[in-house]
C-alpha cells in the first residue's frame, strides 16, 4: 500500500478523534442539570404519581422532603444561571 494512503488514513483518523472529542465535550457543557438533581427530580415525579412512596417512619419522610426541598431549589438556582457559568461550575 502506498504510504500516501497510509498518512492519509492517519490525518483523517486524527481529525475523527478531534472532532467526536470536541462533540462529546460539547455535550457535556450543555447538560443543564447534575445527575444527582435528576435523580432526585425522578425520584419527586414518583411521589408524585404515586408509584414511589415516603418512609413510614415519620422523621425519615420529613428529612427526605427537607432533601426533595433543597434539591428543587438548587435545581432552580442551577436553572437560572447560564449554562456556560454552569459548566464552570460543574467542572
Known sequence: MPTTVVDRADVVSKDFAEQFKEKIE???KQARL??????????L???????????EDKAKAREVLR?????????????ARPAAVTA????
Do not use: C, I, W
Not at 34 to 43: I, K, S
Open 67 to 79: 432533601g426533595l426541598k433543597e434539591a428543587v431549589r438548587m435545581g432552580l438556582v442551577h436553572a
Open 26 to 28: 460539547g455535550k457535556r
Open 88 to 91: 464552570t461550575a460543574n467542572a
Open 45 to 55: 415525579m414518583g411521589l408524585v404519581s404515586g408509584k414511589e412512596g415516603l418512609p
Open 34 to 43: 447534575p445527575l444527582v438533581l435528576q435523580a432526585d427530580f425522578a425520584y
